[in-house]
């Protein structure tokens, strides 16, 4: 099993930046990926970034360079450094865990705002 812990969610002015970190425990060597997702009211969670096992990175279109995703083994934690925020970004955002076996683990969310 493993477990995700998110942080760093909050109220922020459009063109602003915002950091939110997640912190991973548990059955570490069955992760194949670690990243994020987004849920926006009314809307389908979707595919933010992801950071793989070989330091490969895939981010959603929307935020090519603007977000920048990146884990620290070491500290057990992963970081999405948010850049110039729309207020189109404003979600739910969820750590997410890819396991070696297929299954996914999540956290349990933390809300971003982004005011025009």
């Known amino acids: 099993q493993v477990k995700l812990v998110e942080s760093g969610g909050g109220l922020v002015q459009a063109g602003g930046s915002l950091r939110l970190s997640c912190a991973y425990s548990?059955?570490?060597?069955?992760?194949?990926?670690l990243g994020w997702f987004r849920q926006a009211p009314g809307k389908q969670r979707e595919l933010v970034a992801h950071i793989h096992n070989d330091g490969s990175r895939t981010y959603a279109d929307s935020v090519k360079g603007r977000f920048i995703i990146s884990r620290d083994n070491t500290k057990k934690t992963m970081s999405l450094q948010m850049n110039s925020l729309k207020p189109e970004d404003t979600a739910v955002y969820f750590c997410?865990?890819?396991?070696?076996?297929?299954?996914?683990?999540w956290g349990q969310g933390t809300q971003v705002t982004v005011s025009s």
């Open positions: 997410h865990a890819l396991r070696t076996s297929g299954l996914r683990s």
């Open positions: 548990g059955n570490i060597l069955s992760i194949a990926s």
